[in-house]
Nanobody, 123 residues
C-alpha cells in the first residue's frame, strides 16, 4: 500500500514557475514508477509526465514538453514536478500517481492516486 500526498500548488502568474512535490509513505517506494496527471474543470484527467522506478525513462505530454521536468528521489520517497513558463491553460488540479508498470501508469492506469493539489495560472 502506498499513500501519496501532493503539495506545492498555488496561484501564479503566466510565465511563472511552480514546483510540485509528492511525498509517499509505505514500503517499496523505490520500485514504483511515478507520474503526474492533471484535470481541468470540465475536462478529463490527462497525463502530464511520468518517470520509471529508477528514473531512466521519462514521459512528457506534448503540451508540457520543454517546460516541465519530473524527478524522483527514492531515498526521500518523493517525486517532483518542476513547471516553468506556466500558461493559463495549465490551470488544473494536479494528481500524483504510482504504479508498478510504467507503460500502464502513463496510459492512465496507476495503482495509487493522491488527493490532488490546485494549480491556478493567471493571465
Amino acid at each position: 500500500q502506498v499513500q501519496l500526498v501532493e503539495s506545492g500548488g498555488g496561484l501564479v502568474q503566466a510565465g511563472g514557475s511552480l514546483r510540485l512535490s509528492c511525498a509517499a509513505s509505505g514500503r517499496r517506494f523505490g520500485v514504483y514508477a511515478m507520474a503526474w496527471f492533471r484535470q481541468a474543470t470540465g475536462k478529463e484527467r490527462e497525463i502530464v509526465a511520468g518517470i520509471s522506478w529508477g528514473g531512466s525513462d521519462t514521459f512528457y505530454a506534448d503540451s508540457v514538453k520543454g517546460r516541465v521536468t519530473i524527478s524522483k528521489d527514492n531515498d526521500k520517497k518523493t517525486v517532483f514536478l518542476q513547471m516553468n513558463s506556466l500558461k493559463p491553460e495549465d490551470t488544473a488540479v494536479y494528481y500524483c500517481a504510482a504504479g508498478l508498470d510504467f507503460r500502464l501508469l502513463v496510459t492512465g492506469s496507476p495503482s495509487y492516486w493522491g488527493q490532488g493539489t490546485q494549480v491556478t495560472v493567471s493571465s
